[in-house]
């Protein structure tokens, strides 16, 4: 079998129809990651309670730090796969593809050999409380021990991607959350494992789903065969490789950090509000989850076309992106403004709750009219290979803006919690501003490939 059903050209065809296509399978990924990730929780708090909940929620939290990594060292991978395929230099597809893959796992193993003997220390450092604390340390130290698996993962879908394929990271992705949902029922509800049923079904879905992944794709001719003799990094792939992750990784903590301290501050107005605020946020995690679906295909999209000198076709997939968004983001906008008692409701049988989170959802919700062009405008730079700026831009945004106009906003205005909700679209109307012009000043035509032209070198590493 040939490895060109892998392969999809974005560099041919009409923009939307392409961009469409490509950004429906990866908005379902996320989509059905985001439902899977709610079901985890309440299958716990049904049968163990809400302090293993918490447990497993901040043990989570330091995962997902681990995770950051992986993801923000991929986009620098997807970027250069996704040039270099645009440009048709396969076989530097293929070095980076080795590169990226053969770094991370080395990366996932270093991770769990230094976060594991520091989890009681980094769970204190987040103030876990007692009756929780156990819980969050077996939960940690489970999944580290699978973070090679989600690493793996992570660089397998992104190599895809690259390459314009979003259908089989869906179908992988797919069949890992269905496992790890009849193993949570099996494990938490059957056995009564609890935190450490949670996370051993998590990495045995990730581990089933990475091997099934690797045997599907070198019997199908993939370009990676997945053989220890074809792990090997390339100095040259390693370099560009960091050059782009390393700031995707960096604007990842910058977000999370902004978001701890906005939840900080919301915790000050009590209980029902901290609640109502976290349910809330929920919402808007679904909201803007098919505008960040979009900027990604914006992303990769892009990355080909201007691999290819596309100059045009990148821009005029930038502004199809910015439609879609736009779309999208009149239509919860509008719900978010009309409808947020029975949005609220739905999450909560509280009134304290519900009342709070109607005041914040109407908030925080004209942020849907200016996310559209921001994340669209983040696709084609980051498809340029130009993540130093979306690293300067969420700075900007999440600590330069976010922060301070939550703080005046709520306390010296007197706006309380509206005053924290508004905060978010008042930190992506200042990203707009930078971004556009960034744009407008022609930069993002110098791509990462042609500024830089890799001199070919002899594998360094190998794992054989």
């Known amino acids: ?76 991978g997807t970027i250069l796969i996704g040039q270099y395929y645009g440009a048709k230099k396969m076989k530097e597809v293929r070095k980076t593809a080795s590169t990226m893959l053969t770094a991370l796992l080395i990366g996932s193993v270093l991770m769990t050999a230094l ?24 939960y940690l130290n489970i999944c580290m021990v699978g973070i090679p698996f989600t690493f793996m993962y992570n660089a397998i879908s992104a190599i895809l991607r690259g390459m314009g394929d979003s259908k089989r990271p869906l179908i992988f992705i797919s069949g890992a959350c269905i496992l790890n949902i009849l193993l949570d029922l099996l494990f938490i509800a ?7 049923g949670a996370a051993i079904a998590t990495i045995t879905a990730q581990c089933a789903s990475v091997v099934a992944s690797a045997l ?20 040259d792939k390693l370099k560009l490789i960091l050059k782009l992750g390393i700031p995707a ?25 901290a609640a109502a605020a976290g349910l809330a946020g929920r919402f ?19 990355a080909q076309n201007l691999g290819a000198n596309r100059h045009d076709r990148a821009l005029k997939t930038m502004k199809s992106g910015i439609i879609m968004c736009m779309t999208i983001g009149l239509l919860v906008f509008t719900a978010a403004q009309f409808l947020p008692r029975q949005i609220m409701s739905v999450m909560s049988n509280s009134e304290a709750v519900v009342e709070a989170g109607i005041v914040y959802m109407r908030a925080f919700s004209w942020d849907y009219l200016f996310v559209p062009f921001v994340f669209c405008f983040f696709g084609l730079i980051n498809g340029a290979g130009h993540t130093n700026i979306t690293l300067i831009n969420t700075f900007l945004s999440s600590i330069g803006l976010r922060v301070p106009a939550a703080l005046l ?56």
């Open 1 to 76: 079998m040939s490895e060109n059903k892998f392969h999809s050209d974005l560099t041919e065809g009409g923009v939307t129809g392409k961009l469409l296509h490509f950004a429906a399978p990866f908005m379902l990924s996320m989509l059905i990651q985001q439902s899977f990730s709610m079901a985890d929780l309440l299958i716990l708090s049904y049968f163990s309670g809400e302090a293993t909940v918490a447990g497993v929620n901040n043990g989570g939290q330091l995962t997902f730090l681990a995770v950051a990594m992986a993801i923000g060292f991929s986009v620098g």
């Open 115 to 138: 976060i594991i003997p520091l989890s009681g220390v980094l769970l204190r450092l987040i103030r876990v409380p007692e009756e929780s604390f156990s819980a969050a340390r077996i």
């Open 190 to 196: 059957v056995f009564r494992m609890g935190a450490m």
């Open 216 to 235: 599907y794709l070198a019997r199908g001719g993939f370009m990676f065969d997945f053989k220890p003799k074809s792990f090997v990094i390339h100095k």
């Open 249 to 273: 990784c960096i604007s990842q903590v910058a977000v999370n950090f902004s978001f701890l301290l906005m939840s900080a501050l919301v915790n000050d107005y009590g209980v029902s509000v």
């Open 284 to 302: 808007n995690g679904f909201a803007i989850m098919p505008s960040i679906a979009i900027s990604n295909s914006v992303s990769m999209m892009c």
């Open 409 to 464: 906003l709520s306390g010296t205005f007197g706006l309380g919690l509206s005053g924290v909700g508004y905060a978010a679209p008042v930190a992506t109307a200042g990203s707009l501003v930078f971004l556009g012009c960034y744009i407008l000043s022609g930069r993002w035509r110098t791509v990462a490939i042609h500024k830089n032209e890799p001199i070919e070198t002899e594998p360094v590493t190998t794992m054989s």
